[in-house]
């Protein structure tokens, strides 16, 4: 019998079960038997709301330390017999936080490789908003937001009153999920795959990403730059052509810049998919808010060279390096773009399809990550507003496709 035992290791809202999809994902494209074994589906399937409450991960309660190392013992003769059965690689999905667990996974595990993936990420933004992306499963249906909340942090704090960092163990990657980043790894024997499995682990997926930009603004009709300005009559027909556009296709997460301009073109596409029965999540994040400009922010481009020649003259010499004053510049914008971007990725979670509706500047530091640009060229890539890009980008599959979701509008 052959096969590879993975285990997940981590606090809860570290991003295991996206890593543990991408593995599964990037191991069956190479023609493996792969599953996954996870624990939290099998706790809320055997014992649905009684595995809610806190108090069923305290330490120190010992049915609840019972039940959920019967449940552990239940996923790994699972997964052993799944390999027996000519399994290639069978994913361990669960906390696994205590050498304990990790010592009765290897017993049940004897004779066969076990490589430890540790997921670490202490982002504040990001874990608060995982654990409201979490708070929204069925088991908190009985709780408000809030309660829900207050419940699954008091879990994460049990977890870890508990928690070992992977030091021991023969084989282990930890990993930086936000960044996909291996911060650290040990190789004690030969692991099948191996190079393979690091590949998918430092690499940003995205299966479907619908890059959007805003409709026509009142700024951009005046020729204005920055601001909050709101959506034209035009600018919200196309928002409006958008939304019929995605009416049929569920888009699982909607992510927008905090600017209102951003919210009222994704409006109608959040509202065409819940007519259909999806319940789309939209999260604004500021990592998306367009680009400062600082003292000229809300000036038009004639006004900027006529009172500011020394601003423009030098901006149109070096328009990715430029900063404007008291503001930001491409070579400045490409550390929060990027961020904003890896968010949005790990909080979708590997979702089937996700949407950004950007700014222009934004979409196109955001496509600069997934295509070759020469960094002068950024600045100048082409970003319609009756129009969007379609980018898919796994280690098998990469896509760039530009689509027309409105016909011509005449107002």
């Not at 190392?69 to 799944?82: D, G, M, Q, T, V």
């Not at 034209?232 to 997460?253: C, D, M, W």
Request: aromatic share 10%; glycine share 6%; proline share 4%.
């Amino acid at each position: 019998m052959g096969g590879l035992f993975i285990v997940m290791v981590g606090l809860p809202a570290r991003g295991k079960s996206t890593v543990a999809s991408k593995l599964r994902e990037g191991l069956e494209s190479e023609g493996l038997n792969v599953d996954i074994f996870n624990n939290g589906i099998l706790r809320r399937e055997m014992l649905g709301h009684d595995s809610s409450a806190p108090s069923f991960y305290d330490p120190q309660n010992q049915d609840g330390r019972a039940r959920r190392e019967e449940l552990a013992r239940i996923n790994i003769k699972r997964a052993r017999a799944f390999l027996e059965a000519e399994g290639d690689v069978a994913v361990l999905d669960a906390t696994n936080a205590s050498r304990g667990r990790r010592a009765m996974i290897e017993e049940f595990a004897r004779g066969l490789p076990i490589l430890y993936v540790e997921c670490c990420n202490d982002d504040p933004d990001l874990l608060e908003a995982s654990v409201q992306r979490k708070t929204r499963l069925p088991e908190f249906s009985n709780l408000t937001p809030a309660e829900a909340e207050q419940s699954f942090n008091k879990r994460i704090e049990y977890y870890k009153s508990i928690y070992a960092e992977l030091e021991s163990e023969s084989c282990f990657l930890r990993v930086d999920t936000l960044n996909n980043r291996i911060l650290k790894e040990r190789l004690g024997y030969k692991i099948p795959h191996y190079i393979r499995i690091r590949d998918i682990l430092v690499s940003d997926w995205v299966r479907n990403l619908y890059l959007v930009r805003h409709g026509e603004t009142v700024y951009n009709v005046e020729g204005r730059i920055g601001g909050d300005a709101p959506l034209t009559e035009k600018g919200l027909a196309q928002a409006n052509a958008l939304g019929r556009h995605f009416s049929n296709l569920v888009i699982p997460y909607i992510f927008t810049s905090t600017r209102q301009r951003s919210a009222q073109t994704a409006a109608p596409v959040l509202a065409g998919q819940e007519r259909q029965g999806f319940s789309p999540t939209r999260i604004a994040l500021p990592e998306f808010d367009e680009i400062d400009a600082g003292v000229c922010e809300s000036m038009r481009y004639d006004e900027i060279r006529s009172r500011m020649p020394e601003v423009f003259d030098a901006r149109s010499h070096d328009k990715y390096n430029y900063e404007y004053p008291e503001g930001e510049g491409y070579i400045t914008l490409k550390a929060r773009v990027d961020r904003g971007l890896k968010k949005a990725l790990f909080l979708s979670g590997n979702a089937p399809a996700i949407m950004i509706v950007g700014h222009q500047a934004i979409n196109r530091m955001i496509l600069s990550h997934f295509l070759y640009r020469r960094t002068e060229d950024v600045p100048y890539i082409y970003i319609p507003q009756d129009q969007y890009f379609h980018i898919v980008s796994t280690q098998k599959k990469k896509l760039f496709e530009l689509v027309r979701f409105t016909g011509k509008l005449t107002f």
